[in-house]
């Protein structure tokens, strides 16, 4: 058997739990799908697309859209298969071996895995007790630790909280550093830091349109950056690495702006629904800035509430294993409908770990 390289051996790799019930609240999606007439509008372009022949390797069309709909320069926009692809191109580019990236934990799992996949040292710093950064340990640890990459998640998951744009600055005056800031929920945070990527030679702003694009089975995310920067994340990709169909339901997705808009609203209205019900039940949580909600269950019932859930046939992420974390589940914000059955059901759930 070819042994696989010895660092990677031990790895499980990323994975979220899928347990087939009817209330999916796992994953961070939209709860919509895309509407009937943007279906139908991307079957007719499909159709006359010539799929014979590769696609525009550098997507020159959507990458145009892409940077009118930021006003940017169409050179500052790279693209790629979801934002996973894109954090896992970053760190080809600029991490790497007797590389280091700096994180600040709890924050999205992916920066570890790719800085493990890359051999790019990863560097783990503790948010404090509110999953909140100092200003202070921030710069202390950055002194002490040099990273080549710096990755900042606004609004962060799992917490759901925004970074403060402070902190993030005050890093992105380190030109030798490359600021990363995750806004894969960014649309409903009270910041964006596309300022600072126009203003800064060495921060880049990571977006997606896996959530209120209802597109997560599309793989489309972007990156917007100075020019320098995003060439050499073109140079450094696969040819070819975005496919026609894709390249075309971005641009169509693009032209359907206020179904976006319409998708927002109905998330940040469930958001406060569920945080509404969480008040009624006495359920602590961290009031988020995103499409998710982090919260409490009772001490030491982190893994019995996320059973009893799943019972219920509604599934939510079970966060209480991770560092940190410990009896925290993450739920993400659906319809209106799914939302009640999640806090019909936690209401349930409670009752029963309670007698
Ligand atoms: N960044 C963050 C913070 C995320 O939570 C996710 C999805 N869970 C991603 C990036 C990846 O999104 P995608 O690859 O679907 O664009």
Redesign the pocket.
Known sequence: MPSMRRDLSLFEGYH?PQVDVEVRLN??ESPLRPSEEYCRELAEAVEKLELNRYPDRTAVDLRNALAAFHHVDPAEVFIA???????STLLLAYGGPSRRAMTFEP??A?YAQVAKITSTELIEIDRDSDFGLDMFEVLEAYRDHRPDIVFF?SP???TGLDEDPEIIRALARNLDSLIIV?E??GQFASFDALGLASSHANVVV?K????VWSL?GL???YLIGPKEIIGNLWATCLPYHIDSIKQVAGLLALGRLDEMQATIDLIVSGRKQIEAGFDGLGVSYWRSSANFVLFKAPKGKGDDLWKELVDRSVLVRNCSGWPRLSDCLRVTVGTEDENDRFLKALSESLSQLRS
């Open positions: 979220s994953t961070n298969n979801g934002s996973n692809e894109v954090i924050t999205y992916m998640c962060n998951n799992p995750d894969a929920y990571l997606t349109f896996s959530k997560a793989r489309l995310g």
